[in-house]
């Protein structure tokens, strides 16, 4: 796997930039710069952000695989280096497009959460069920134990229906939930939980209910 300063010198060699005039395009100082590209000095956001505005798209590309290789946990990210399927990421596929989704700060896997903002983005490769409007919410509770825990990030595809059986987003009573999904013969939607610990909750007619969309993959911290 190419490392963030690899990417940055190979692309800098072929545009014959010197380190100094990179440097001064990114706002930084040489030294800084050269830090990066040994691999002695990290990458932080502010300063990804101004190099992914100068190189090209396939550079920018790469380098935001990089990056999020980097900022992933690291029994995640050995999966990655591995080059295995996780999900719906078949990394023996070349990847070649990025897109930034926003991470939502809660979804309740429990009692619910009133409340809820965006605290930052992250970038999604779009391949497979992650092409589309898809959401990152951060999970607040245990009731989807053992597969999504506490803290858990779950990547949602907004606008999807789930199917029986599958979890969900949702919005119940100005409640988020993050719940598996069940309409029964006669039409009653259940969410329940995998946590038998929680009781399942059946939708009635005075609830206000709207489907956020399915989950379509998550990331275990």
């Keep these: 796997m190419n490392e963030i300063g690899s990417i940055i010198k190979k692309w800098r060699y072929k545009n014959n930039l010197t380190g100094a005039q990179l440097a001064q395009k990114i706002e930084v100082s040489q030294q800084f710069l050269n ?3 040994n691999g002695k000095k990290k990458l932080s956001k502010k300063v990804f952000e101004k190099i992914v505005l100068v190189v090209d798209v396939e550079t920018k590309n790469e380098l935001e695989y990089a990056f999020y290789v980097n ?3 690291s029994n995640l990210k050995r999966k990655l280096e591995g080059k295995i399927k996780i999900g719906n990421i078949d990394l023996n596929n070349p ?15 429990g009692f619910g959460s009133r409340k809820s903002g965006i605290i ?9 069920g992650f092409r589309g409007d898809v959401i990152a919410i ?17 990547l949602i595809k907004k606008g999807v229906m789930p199917e029986n059986g599958e979890v ?25 939980s995998d946590n038998k610990d929680y009781d399942p909750i059946i939708i009635n007619e005075y609830d206000e209910f709207y489907i956020v969309g399915k989950k379509v993959g998550v990331f275990n911290h």
Excluded at 96 to 107: A, H, L, N, R, V
Excluded at 120 to 128: D, I, K
Excluded at 138 to 154: C, E, F, H, L, Y
């Design 138 to 154: 951060r999970v607040d509770g245990d009731s989807m134990q053992p597969d999504i825990k506490d803290g858990d990030t779950v």
């Design 95 to 109: 990847i070649t497009e990025f897109k930034q989704i926003p991470i939502y700060d809660s979804i309740s896997a």
């Design 168 to 192: 969900g987003a949702f919005i119940l009573n100005d409640e988020g939930l993050l719940k598996r999904y069940k309409k029964t013969d006669r039409g009653d939607i259940i969410l329940s």
């Design 35 to 37: 830090g990066i590209e």
């Design 71 to 73: 900022e992933l946990p």
């Design 120 to 128: 930052g983005h992250m970038p999604l490769p779009q391949t497979n």
